[in-house]
């Protein structure tokens, strides 16, 4: 590439990219954090990664009309590829990482964290893109390549699957 053609910033990469990760960073650990199921060091490592893989085709994806969304479909894909490399050499244990508790009531938080770790990995990934995210059903399915049929019948699934965990304990924890 041609130093005269492209301007770089003082790290060696494009301005561009910097004020893009700079902006995208914290809404993309927070993301991260709900499809991880609340590991906040896991989460911050996703989002690192996402970032790593939209520097090396930066230039393509500026060009494109919603970087952030790709941005969040890299991060989901990054999630999901990791899942399925971990789950053949790490074993899962019932200690979580300390994270501390924010929010109006830390009690609901760890609930639901609590619950959507034992979703399935696409399950998780669906109810984190349509209600943490608040994506239409095709902005889903495409993001995690799926029918949006199939994107509706998981989320049903998967809110059926809170609600039955939660049961009673929801409506203990909802109240002020």
Known sequence: MDSSTTTRGADGGPPEFREFAVS????????????????????????????????????????????AGYARTVLVNTFLSHRCRRSSSERVTDTFAEAPGRGDDPALRVALLGVLAELPQQDRAVLVLRYWEDLGVEETAAALRLTPSAVRSRASRALARLRTRLGDQFDDLARP
């Open 24 to 67: 995208q960073a914290r809404h993309l650990v927070r993301t991260a954090y709900l499809l991880t199921g609340g590991d906040a060091h896991l989460a911050e490592d996703l989002a690192q990664e996402a970032l790593g893989k939209l520097y090396g085709s930066w230039r393509r994806i500026s060009r494109m009309e919603n970087p």
